[in-house]
């Protein structure tokens, strides 16, 4: 929609071609609406992409959010979505020295043979006995939350009486996470690798006080009613190329190399002000989407804008020539990179990198963890480099907040990243550089971002892949019946700073597009 064209009224105007734009797009003109899609970059997706990072390299990686766990089967079946996931045979891999010898902890394969890696590892059946207990106790309250993140928010006490489980409630809700793994738990690899779902992305002890963890680890074990996460067949972008032609298929224009600069709205009626390279526009909308941060909501209509957000991640992208061979030789490597590979993310490693980051220093173990899409999907990587042997591997690191940063992002990014492989390297009977293929220029295939890069690519505030800490998925103070609402009555967020927000889910679009309609 050029700007040339002069000012047109919609029913909804969405600013952002993110996943939650386009599911709130797709939803509404479904039903009917007319809809304008603003997106500043020359495609849709966010962070939900797939791209060629590597020259002259046919590989198409998931960028920056990579797996699926949070989107509900309920968008893909009313959107009639052709995109589909598929999941990993093998949970995780995290590789240990005990006793002088390389070993390690491998979660999946069947019930039998992670009990067998249980005991090899901790000696006994406690261990696993306590790792099912935790986690039958986290499936059923994932089977009665789950459901709630599309509906009308649910209250503190509505969703307490759907989880039915007083134990449950205290663990998840109520007390730090810290509490339930160490009264569960002893081996400290094992609470380790039990804690990493309460910092993907979230820079928080386990016994932190506003239990951001507990949020966290909540979010990383309820996805689809069973926890568990799931690689996205073609990428990334095969989800929002779906979503984008979903949305177009019924009507909907999305308008891409348009930036939305302000929002002005009496309540009743919007007008959205857009720039292109062509100069500015105007859309008039009896309804505006934001699919974008909380700070930039507020920047466009000029309100208050929230505190700071802060991300806390260093992701780093790789094509490899083969997988690595393991120190610990009793598991093939394409086991343990195809599930979650952690490193450094005992219990106490945890600890002490958050502690020192808190101090603001590196880790000095940088924990991360690491998987391979290719193992799953080889559709991502050329003809040639499947032929060859080539794998993809993504790698996310923890404990690294934004402020870390500021002094110099350049020469931190390159020191973490050379202290996160090193960290790598320690459990590998050859080192990695090794495995790495080369792009077209000769170059190592190998790219890092830190929340400053992310920021500047994405305009996620200080790199935070959630916009801001996440919240708990029942209604408080403020947050209206579906957890978009804004101060104004027809300005919603649908962006991953919604109520229930956060991660690749749609669900805030969804909820967005059914305040819309009333629903």
């Known amino acids: 929609m050029p700007a040339h064209e002069g000012t047109r009224t919609y029913d909804a105007v969405i600013v952002g071609g993110g996943h939650n734009g386009l599911v709130a797009a797709a939803y509404l003109a479904r039903a009917g609406r007319s809809v304008l899609v603003l997106e500043r970059l020359d495609h849709t997706g966010g962070a939900a992409v797939s791209t060629r990072p590597f020259a002259g390299v046919d590989a198409r990686l998931s960028r920056y959010s990579y797996l699926v766990s949070l989107l509900p089967d309920k968008i893909v079946r009313d959107l009639g979505l052709d995109f589909r996931v598929q999941g990993r045979t093998i949970s995780s891999y995290t590789p240990a020295e005990r006793g002088g010898r390389a070993t390690g902890l491998l979660v999946g394969g069947g019930e039998e043979r992670t009990r067998e890696a249980f005991a090899a590892l901790t000696g006994g059946e406690r261990e696993y006995a306590a790792w099912q207990r935790l986690y039958g106790m986290t499936g059923q309250v994932a089977e ?101 032609g979903a949305a177009r298929s019924a009507g909907a224009v999305i308008a891409t190399g348009h930036e939305a600069v302000r929002i ?43 505190e700071p957000a802060e991300g806390a991640q260093l992701k780093v992208n790789m094509l490899l ?78 404990h690294t907040p934004a402020r ?23 459990h590998l009977a050859e080192p990695l550089a090794d495995c790495l293929a080369t792009d077209a220029d000769g170059r190592p295939c190998i ?32 947050t209206g019946r579906w957890g978009v609402e804004t101060r104004h009555a027809n300005v919603l967020l649908c962006g991953a700073g919604a109520v229930r927000g956060g991660g690749v889910s749609g669900v805030p679009g969804h909820n967005a597009a059914m305040a819309v309609l009333g629903e």
């Open 447 to 478: 790219e890092a971002k830190t929340p400053l890069d992310l920021e500047r690519d994405l305009g996620l505030p200080g790199g935070n892949i959630f916009h801001r800490a996440l919240s708990w998925p029942y209604a408080q103070e403020d």
């Open 321 to 398: 020539k083969r997988l690595p061979r393991l120190r610990d030789s009793t598991v093939d490597p394409r086991e343990a990179f195809a599930g979650t590979f952690h490193i450094a993310e005992g219990y106490g490693q945890l600890a002490a990198a958050h502690a020192q980051a808190a101090a603001g220093e590196l880790p000095a173990a940088p924990p991360s963890e690491i998987y391979c899409h290719s193992l799953t999907d080889p559709s991502i990587l050329g003809p040639d480099l499947a032929a060859r042997g080539y794998q993809t591997l993504t790698l996310f690191g923890l």
């Open 144 to 244: 009665r939350v789950f459901p709630t993140l599309t509906e009308p928010l649910p209250s503190r006490d509505e969703l307490r009486r759907r989880v039915d489980d007083e134990t449950a409630w205290r663990a998840l809700f109520e007390e730090p996470i810290g509490v339930a793994i160490e009264e569960n738990f002893s081996d400290d690899l094992v609470r380790g690798v039990v804690l990493t779902d309460a910092l993907i992305g979230t820079f928080a002890d386990a016994h932190d006080a506003s239990l951001a963890q507990n949020r966290c680890f909540l979010y990383h074990v309820i996805g689809g009613g069973t926890g568990a996460w799931d690689v996205p067949v073609g990428g990334m972008g095969a989800l929002t190329d779906a979503l984008a």
């Open 404 to 426: 870390l940063f500021a002094g110099d992002n350049d020469a931190v990014r390159d020191e973490l990243l050379k202290s996160t492989l090193a960290q790598l390297d320690a």
């Open 264 to 306: 002005d709205t009496d309540g009743q009626t919007a007008e959205v002000t857009y720039r292109t390279a062509d100069g500015e526009g105007t859309a008039v909308a009896r309804h505006v989407l934001v699919n974008a941060s909380p700070q930039e909501l507020a920047a466009l209509t000029g309100d208050t804008a929230p």
